[in-house]
């Protein structure tokens, strides 16, 4: 299997300095490059094309949130194309609904041990999504407050009662495994439904299934 390949963003040199040498002796990751503000961060995705960003917030030229917007739109689903993993320092940063509004997968605070960024960047890689409890509950407090602002009705017609079944319980919060043994299906059937439903949502991963349900007056 290739190793994932992920690109260091910080304006800080010693940040990415610091980052930089916790991903070199681990198994299965690769850094492929750094950048020190967003624009460069669009410029070298494209050159190098990395399974996982690490993305500072705040960063002069072209911030992380606006650089994110850039990464994202290009590749629309969980299925293909780079991930984003917002790196900040608080997890109740003001800018977690809009950064995962934009298409970031999650975020990591700037203090996580190397073990967690490990976990985060390989969980990101096959599609996850990476939010704290108390991220997800600022999220769904957030939406709480807002009225549904569209129709659903054509997008959920395109699943089956089966990925609705699976929509649901991912709204909840459940992980593949909780859903295969809540539904009595096997997990690599879990993990094939929900790609489908990324597909036919227009969603990269499950954050965004929880703003689409939000966002339509599902929940």
């Not at 041990?113 to 509950?137: F, I, K, N, W, Y």
């Not at 017609?157 to 992980?175: A, C, H, K, N, P």
Request: aromatic share 4%; charged share 25%; net charge neutral.
């Amino acid at each position: 299997m290739s190793p994932i390949r992920i690109l260091l963003v910080d304006d800080q040199p010693l940040v990415r300095q610091g980052l930089r040498s916790v991903f070199a002796p681990l198994d299965g990751i690769t850094v492929v490059g750094e950048a020190a503000n967003g624009a460069d961060a669009v410029r070298r995705v494209r050159e190098t094309s990395p399974d996982v960003v690490l993305m500072d917030v705040n960063m002069p030229v072209l911030n992380g949130l606006e650089a994110t917007r850039i990464i994202c739109a290009s590749t629309p689903t969980a299925s293909v194309g780079t991930k984003v993993i917002m790196l900040t320092m608080y997890d109740q940063d003001e800018h977690v609904f809009e950064a995962l509004r934009v298409g970031a997968s999650g975020f990591l605070l700037k203090d996580a041990s190397p073990r967690q960024l490990d976990e985060a960047v390989r969980q990101v890689a096959h599609g996850e999504a990476l939010l704290s409890p108390s991220v997800t509950r600022q999220l769904i407090q957030e939406f709480v407050r807002r009225p549904a602002v569209r129709s659903s009705t054509t997008d959920l017609r395109s699943l089956t009662g089966r990925e609705i079944d699976v929509f649901r319980l991912l709204v909840q919060g459940y992980g593949n495994a909780e859903i295969a043994r809540k539904l009595v299906l096997g997990e690599s059937t879990i993990k094939s439904h929900v790609q489908h439903l990324y597909r036919k949502l227009g969603v990269r991963d499950r954050a965004q299934v929880v703003i689409f349900a939000y966002e339509n007056g599902l929940v």
